[in-house]
C-alpha cells in the first residue's frame, strides 16, 4: 500500500473556515465538542482534496452517512452497528484500498484514525460561503500599477525563469534558469499549489490551496507581490486572458470551496465578478459542490475553458463582456480534474479521472469533439504533445492507476496531418510505465518523452523518472534514479522525483526532488539530448518544491 499522500492539506486551511462552520446535529456514533473539532481538522487537511467537503466523492468515494454506515461487513447489512462500522472503516484509513485510497497509518495515530472513523458516520458540516463582498474585503494592492516599473529593471532573461512550488512553506522560488540561482522567495498562499503567467510574461499569478492568489511583478528589480486576493476557502485553478487585444487585462481563479470562480483585473487582482458552479452533474442529478478543476486560455477566442470536476460540465467562458458574461456549457464526463492543449492550441483535453475518460473540446465550435475511454484514473498534468512516428500528432496522458502513459491522435487542420484523420480522438498507444504517474512532458525541440511516478508505492520507483525515445517507442526507457543522481544522503523517507519541466529552449529537464518538510530537497537538472545530470540545485531554503512552470513556456502553454 502507497505511503505517499498525494493530498495532505494545510492546517491553517482549515483555520479559513473556523468556528465559522454551521453545526448540524450530530448523528450517531457521538463525539464531544473537541472531538468533532479534530476530526474536522483532519478531514480538511486529510481528506477533502479526493473526497470533498461535504463528502459527496469525487477522485475519492462518497463518504456520506448513509454510505459510511452501510459497510459490507457481512453481518450489519442492516443498520449496520455502530462498532462494526467503525471497524471497518478504521481498516480502509488504516491501511488504504485497491480502489486507490491511500493509507494513513502512518500518518495518523490510532485514536485519530478511530476518531475519523467515528466522525465520517455523522451527517457532514457545511462550509460558509463567500461573497463578493468577502472577496472585494480581502483585496490588497501592495504596488499600484502607477507606482511599478515601465520597463523591465532586472537583468534577468525573464523567459527562462521558472517559478517553483514550495509546497509547505507557502512559498515560490523564483530560480533563473540560466545560472540556476535563486533569485527571490517570495510569500503566498498556503500549500500554494499552481504558477500560471499573463500573456506578456510580466506577471506571475500564484494560487495557493487557502485561496490566496498571488501576483508577482518580474520587471521589479527583485520581482515581488504587488497584489492579493482571496477568492475562496480551498483553490487550486488560475489563469489569464491571452487572446490577442486582452494582454494582461483580466485573470480568472476557480475555488473548490465555495464551487465558484472569480473573474478579475489582470494587472490588479480587483475582482469583477464571481460565478457559482453548482447545478446539476451530465447525469441530470443536482450537485451542492461542483469544484472548480482546471482552467486554461485559449488564444483563438476571447474565452477560458473552466472544467467542473463534479458535475462534468466544461465551460467556454467569453470574457469579452464580463457584465453580459456568455457562457457556452458542453457536456463530458464526471470528476474533470487536470488537462492542456493539444499542439494546435483548438483542442482541449481534460481527464475525467475517477471516470476513467478523456474529454476532448473543439474551442473552435464550441463543442465536444470526443469522450475518449482509457486505463484507470488518467493524470496528465497539461499532457504531452508530439509526433508520433505511425500516428501522427498524439496528446500523452499518464495514470495514477495504471501501468502505462496513454497516446491519443489528435486532430489537426494542417493538411500534412490529413492521412492521420482516421486515428483521431482514439487511443492509438499504450506506454509501458508504472503505476502512481503523476506528469508527463516533452517539449517541440527535444527527442524524448519524461515520464514521473511519484505516487509509486516502491521507494525506488517513486524517487525515479522514465525516459522514452520518441523516434522509437519500442526501445525500453531509460530509468532514472532522481534521488541517487541528485548526490543528497539517502534517507528512509521517500523524496518524489515529480514533475519535469523544460528549460524555454527545450534542451533541459527540471525534476523536483520531492523530500519532506525537514528534509533537503533539491532540482535535478538534466540535460535533454544526454539524459546527463547537469546542475543540482539545493538549498536550505529549498523546502519541499513540486511543479515548476518555466515562464516562456507557460505564456505559450508549449507541452
Ligand atoms: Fe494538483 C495541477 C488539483 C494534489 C501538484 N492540481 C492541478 C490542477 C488541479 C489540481 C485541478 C489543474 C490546475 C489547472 O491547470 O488549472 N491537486 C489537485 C487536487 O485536488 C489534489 C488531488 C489534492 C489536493 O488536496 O490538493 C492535488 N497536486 C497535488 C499534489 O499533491 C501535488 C503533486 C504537489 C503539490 O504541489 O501540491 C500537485 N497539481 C500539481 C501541479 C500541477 C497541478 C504541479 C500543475 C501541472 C502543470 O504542469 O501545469
Known amino acids: 500500500v502507497s505511503s505517499l499522500k498525494y493530498a495532505l492539506l494545510p492546517a491553517a486551511l482549515f483555520g479559513a473556515f ?44 462518497n463518504l456520506e452517512p448513509h454510505w459510511s454506515k452501510k459497510l459490507p461487513d457481512g453481518s450489519t447489512q442492516e443498520g449496520g452497528t455502530l462498532k462494526l462500522g467503525s471497524n471497518r472503516l478504521e481498516k480502509i484509513i488504516s491501511y488504504g484500498t485497491d480502489g486507490g485510497m491511500v493509507n494513513f497509518d502512518d500518518i495518523l495515530s490510532k485514536d485519530e484514525i478511530s476518531l475519523m472513523a467515528k ?55 523564483l530560480i533563473d534558469g540560466d545560472t540556476k540561482e535563486i533569485r527571490s522567495i517570495v510569500k503566498t498562499g498556503y500549500a500554494v499549489h499552481i504558477s500560471r503567467l499573463s500573456k506578456s510574461g510580466r506577471y506571475v499569478y500564484v494560487i495557493g490551496r487557502d485561496g490566496r492568489l498571488s501576483l508577482i511583478d518580474l520587471w521589479m528589480e527583485k520581482p515581488a507581490v504587488v497584489a492579493e486576493l482571496k477568492i475562496g476557502f480551498d483553490a487550486r485553478s488560475v489563469d489569464t ?66 472544467n467542473i470536476k463534479e458535475t462534468g460540465q466544461i465551460l467556454l467562458v467569453d470574457y469579452s463582456d464580463i457584465k453580459n458574461l456568455k457562457t457556452t456549457t458542453i457536456e463530458s464526463a464526471k470528476f474533470l480534474h487536470d488537462g492542456g492543449w493539444d499542439a494546435s492550441k483548438r483542442y482541449f483535453l481534460v481527464a475525467a479521472n475517477a471516470s476513467n475518460k478523456i474529454a476532448a473540446v473543439d474551442t473552435k465550435l464550441g463543442k465536444l469533439a470526443a469522450l475518449i475511454d482509457v486505463k484507470k484514473l488518467p493524470h496528465p498534468g497539461r499532457g504531452a504533445n508530439f509526433v508520433h512516428p505511425q500516428f501522427g500528432p498524439v496528446w500523452a496522458t499518464g495514470h495514477l ?21 482516421e486515428h483521431n480522438w482514439k487511443v492509438v498507444q499504450e506506454m509501458k510505465h508504472v503505476p502512481g504517474n503523476l506528469f508527463v512532458k516533452t517539449h517541440p525541440k527535444s527527442k524524448h518523452f519524461w515520464a514521473d511516478s511519484p505516487q509509486n508505492p516502491e521507494k525506488e520507483l517513486a524517487e525515479s523518472v522514465a525516459v522514452w525515445d520518441m523516434a522509437d517507442l519500442s526501445k525500453p526507457t531509460k530509468i532514472i534514479n532522481v534521488a541517487k543522481d541528485s548526490g543528497l544522503p ?65 505564456q505559450h502553454d508549449i507541452y
Open 241 to 306: 486572458s491571452k487572446f490577442k487585444g486582452y494582454d494582461d487585462k483580466y485573470a480568472i481563479a476557480g475555488s473548490y470551496w465555495p464551487p465558484q470562480y472569480v473573474i478579475m483585473d489582470g494587472d490588479t487582482l480587483k475582482p469583477l465578478k464571481i460565478v457559482s458552479t453548482r447545478g446539476m452533474t451530465v447525469d441530470g442529478e443536482y450537485h451542492p459542490e461542483p469544484r472548480v478543476a482546471s482552467i486554461v486560455s485559449s488564444e483563438i477566442k476571447p474565452e477560458w475553458v473552466v
Open 401 to 421: 492507476g495504471a501501468d502505462v502513459v496513454t497516446l491519443i491522435s489528435t486532430a489537426s487542420d494542417d493538411k500534412k496531418f490529413a492521412k492521420y484523420k
Open 490 to 554: 539517502e534517507t528512509k523517507a521517500t523524496r518524489r522525483a515529480v514533475h519535469p519541466e523544460y528549460s524555454a529552449d527545450g534542451k533541459e529537464v527540471w525534476i523536483s526532488l520531492w523530500g519532506g518538510k525537514t528534509d533537503q530537497s533539491a532540482i535535478v537538472v538534466y540535460d535533454d539530448a544526454t539524459l546527463k545530470v547537469k546542475k543540482v540545485i539545493t538549498d536550505p531554503k529549498m523546502i519541499t518544491p513540486t511543479g515548476k512552470f518555466n515562464v516562456y513556456n507557460t
Open 119 to 173: 466522525y465520517i458516520q455523522n451527517t457532514p458540516d457545511v462550509p460558509p460561503e463567500y461573497s463578493f463582498k468577502d472577496t472585494m474585503d480581502s483585496w490588497k494592492v501592495m504596488v499600484p500599477v502607477k507606482d511599478r516599473p515601465t520597463k523591465q529593471m532586472n537583468k534577468f532573461n525573464l523567459k527562462n525563469m521558472f517559478s517553483v512550488t514550495l509546497r509547505d512553506t507557502g512559498e515560490v522560488a
Open 18 to 61: 473556523g468556528s465559522a462552520l454551521a453545526q448540524t446535529p450530530a448523528a450517531s456514533p457521538t463525539m464531544t465538542a473537541d472531538e468533532k473539532a479534530q476530526a474536522k481538522k483532519i478531514y480538511f487537511e486529510r481528506c477533502a482534496g479526493c473526497h470533498g467537503v461535504l463528502r459527496k466523492g469525487a477522485t475519492g468515494k
